[in-house]
């Protein structure tokens, strides 16, 4: 299988330059060689959307991109977060301290089986760093997070709290409602 | 025993007239065999993909359709007597089909294929009008179509009419019986002429360009004479195929062909569809045009590594698809069309998830335009034509720009 060399910033951290196959997606590419297995394999086909990482683009902004049907070759060149990105951690790798979004997901127990939570705070995490580039009105609130968090699938139908977990930390998050500090 | 009798007999009845059943003309036949008939031929003609709204109450009107002179709505064609058929006669209803005059005088537009419809037999007529009038009133009024000045004159139409909507007389009596049918299923019933004949600035198709191809909503209806079909791979077996389950080794039905899969040709029998391809391709259609893949498949390329970034983990990285999930693309026919239209917006924009028949579906596929620049879609459209579509020919990304701006 031909290969050719990646080159991705992960976590803040540019990742070691090697080979890796031309054709292997970006979901095995971190499970396999990044040992970063936060980012969940579910349906394989860009459906649910458990395997959604960040990507933070030049120009400031940040999207989510699905892993399993996106070559790891995609990346090449880019910066990206995964669910293992989120939560400070000092020099010896020791938890210092969550983002708001995990804070709202511990608080309102935002979980059941769990495996498509890395998928929704990524979506939560986006959302609200887009809300604080081009904040909404408090009226389009609800249907803003909606929209974002809709094409995420949950088998365990926990969507209300995630929903409430996201609004939470939007509305806890200073520059997201227009307005409104 | 009597009592099974009994209520057999009173299912007939109830299946035959309902308990809401409009008042029909009373020289229509309603026995269960014209009722069926008449099913047959209303999904035949298609008349509940332009006549139901997405999701909505089949025959029941408000769905958008759009032209180039503005947004007409599909009408509500259950017996609801204030915004439906109720109050029609089979007279009135053979009229409005045939000659897109409604009762009042009303001349519609042509986006009802009229023109198509001319040559529907009385017969035929009556026993669509027979089942849509069994079909329980849905009280529900259409938006109104409101086209920009002229064309919101109705009364143009009737010059329109004179000079572009004129029966077609011409009968084929050399031709054998399947042939008829085929024709009559094709350029009839199925109107397929609408959206696959090039239309002029009047809107009227142009007859001399017969199902030589035309865009609609955006996209290309592609060519469906003999040698335009077979250049694109597509045999008798294969037209049937795709016709029956939606899909094939050709692709799968999407943009403005998917509802006419849906509500019409999944449901013809075998024998009609063997017609519509006999009448489509000829009594001796030329050979499909099989694509020799070639080294570049796998070789690297600007095309080639988008084509494993943002393609490969649903078709494939020999294109071959997935099954039940992503159709293949070696000899994939809108990879083939000589307009990258149709592939440039479809990586551009995505498609739909779609259903087809039994628990076949094909998810939806997403769009890249905020992952690939018009560059990028040049490369991919260029390596996925060339690779798996047998074309030599390349657009650059001026051409990726002027088939996608607007959207």
Known sequence: MPTRALSVTINGKLQPVEDIPEELMMLDYLHEYRNLTGTRYGCGQGMCRACTVIVDKPDGSSEEVRTCITGAHFFDGKKIRTIEGHAERGEDGELKGLTNVQQQFLKHFSFQCSYCAPGFVNAGTVLIERLQRQPVDRSQLESVISEALEPHLCRCTGYVRYYEAVRDAVLETSGTIAGRD | ?407
């Not at chain 2, 086209?147 to 004179?162: A, D, G, H, I, Y």
């Not at chain 2, 029956?244 to 040709?265: L, W």
């Open chain 2, 1 to 407: 025993m009597l009592l099974r009798r009994i209520l057999t007999a009173l299912a007939l009845n109830l299946a035959v007239a309902p308990a809401w059943s409009a008042q029909l003309d009373e020289n229509v036949q309603t026995d269960k065999n014209v009722l069926e008939r008449g099913q047959y031929l209303a999904r035949a003609a298609d008349c509940a993909a332009c006549h139901t709204e997405e999701d909505g109450t089949p025959y029941a009107g408000g769905r958008p359709i759009e032209t180039p002179f503005g947004t007409v709505f599909g009408t509500n064609i259950t017996p609801d007597k204030d915004y439906g058929i109720g109050n029609y006669s089979a007279d009135d209803f053979y009229h409005a089909l045939t000659e897109g005059e409604l009762p009042d005088g009303t001349q519609l537009y042509p986006a009802m294929p009229y023109p198509s419809y001319h040559s529907i037999p009385r017969e035929d007529s009556d026993a669509m009008y027979a089942y849509l009038m069994s079909l329980k009133p849905v009280h529900l009024k259409a938006p109104e179509t409101e086209l920009s000045w002229p064309f919101s004159m109705r009364w143009t139409l009737n010059f329109w009419n004179v000079m572009f909507a004129g029966k077609d007389t011409a009968e084929a009596q050399q031709q054998f019986d399947q042939w008829k049918r085929g024709r009559y299923l094709v350029d009839v019933l199925g109107h397929c002429g609408a959206c696959h004949t090039p239309r002029n600035v009047l809107g009227a198709a142009q007859s001399d360009k017969y199902l030589q191809g035309e865009v609609i909503a955006g996209y290309e209806a592609p060519s469906l004479t003999p040698e335009g079909l077979a250049r694109r791979g597509w045999s008798p077996e294969a037209l049937r195929t795709f016709l029956r389950e939606g899909r094939s080794a050709q692709g799968s039905m999407s943009n403005e062909m998917y509802p006419v899969f849906h509500h019409s040709t999944r449901y013809l029998r075998d024998e009609d569809l063997n017609a519509m391809s006999l009448y489509l391709m000829g009594e001796n259609p030329p050979e499909a045009h099989v694509v020799e893949v070639g080294d570049e498949a796998t070789a690297d390329s600007p095309g080639r590594r988008h084509y494993l970034n943002v393609c490969a983990g649903c078709h494939g990285a020999d294109g071959d698809g997935i099954p039940h999930v992503a159709i293949g693309l070696q000899g994939n026919s809108t990879l083939r069309l000589q307009n990258p239209r149709n592939l440039v917006k479809a990586i551009h924009d995505g498609i739909e998830a779609r259903a087809f028949n039994g628990f076949e579906r094909m998810q939806a596929m997403p769009g890249f335009a905020n992952e690939l620049s018009d560059q990028d879609t040049a490369e991919l459209t260029n390596y996925l034509r060339q690779t798996w579509g047998g074309l030599e020919t390349a657009i650059d990304a001026s051409k990726v720009h002027e088939l996608t701006q607007g959207d």
